[in-house]
């Protein structure tokens, strides 16, 4: 069975820093993994889409890296704002399908 | 380009009642997905449509659950009857057809409250 597990859980951090968020995923066999933002009260919107041959991606402040041997992803936010205020959503597709199985995602609060 | 659209926004209603939720996706997107979402945990795909064609529905609990796509672009969601548990966020999302690595584009989600 196909598993995303998200960490930390909820994460706090001061506008203007960094912070990182981290995925694990047994997904088999895999395709893609993808990372979400999702606002309260909105449906998810995609930040990144890798497959097994990428290991870094960015979209703007946001960058994605995956580690293949390790099933592992992280995604990076850089110089946070306000607005980056959101849950972060893993997901991992198998085989050729791109319906992924999602994580609990990170709760990122970012204050001023 | 205007999103995927789903309406309601919210409904309340009482348990056993019937409820409906309706989803139009991005002009010229074949596929069509519905999600539910619970608080505090990731999507979960109840159906995946390929134009007019439910591909994927095993995780549809069929007693109550029923969806149709009937043109190929517009869907409804209906649940009949309603259960306490059922209260959750219902998301729609469509994807063009074609590779793997398709983006998938959500809809603002239905808000159901069972009381």
């Known amino acids: 069975k196909n598993q995303v597990e998200q960490s930390p859980q909820s994460l706090i951090i001061l506008e203007g820093k960094n912070c990182t968020l981290q995925?694990?995923?047994?997904?088999?066999?895999?395709?893609?993994l993808r990372w979400y933002k999702q606002d309260t009260g909105r449906g998810p919107v995609s930040l990144t889409i890798?497959?097994?041959?990428?290991n870094t991606k960015s979209n703007g402040r946001y960058t994605a890296t995956l580690d293949a041997d390790t099933k592992q992803s992280s995604l990076h936010i850089t110089a946070s704002q306000l607005s980056d205020s959101a849950s972060y959503i893993c997901?991992?597709?198998?085989?050729?399908?791109?319906?992924?199985?999602f994580g609990r995602g990170t709760s990122l609060i970012v204050h001023p | 380009e205007a999103g995927v659209v789903q309406s309601p926004r919210y409904k309340i209603i009482e348990k056993k009642q019937p409820v409906a939720f309706w989803c139009n996706p991005i002009?010229?997107?074949?596929?069509l997905y519905w999600y539910l979402q619970n608080l505090g945990q990731g999507p979960e795909l109840l159906i995946r449509?390929?134009?007019?064609?439910?591909?994927?529905d095993s995780q549809l609990p069929k007693d109550r659950f029923s969806a149709e796509r009937l043109k190929g672009v517009d869907s409804t969601l209906k649940i009949q009857p309603a259960e306490l548990g059922d209260s959750a966020v219902y998301l729609c999302?469509?994807?063009?057809?074609?590779?793997?690595?398709?983006?998938?584009?959500f809809g603002p989600g239905t808000r159901l409250t069972v009381l």
């Open positions: 999302a469509s994807s063009s057809s074609g590779s793997g690595g398709n983006t998938q584009y």
């Open positions: 995925c694990n995923y047994t997904v088999s066999p895999f395709s893609n």
């Open positions: 890798m497959t097994f041959s990428e």
């Open positions: 997901g991992g597709a198998s085989g050729g399908s791109y319906i992924p199985t």
């Open positions: 002009s010229g997107h074949n596929t």
């Open positions: 449509y390929e134009n007019e064609e439910a591909v994927d």
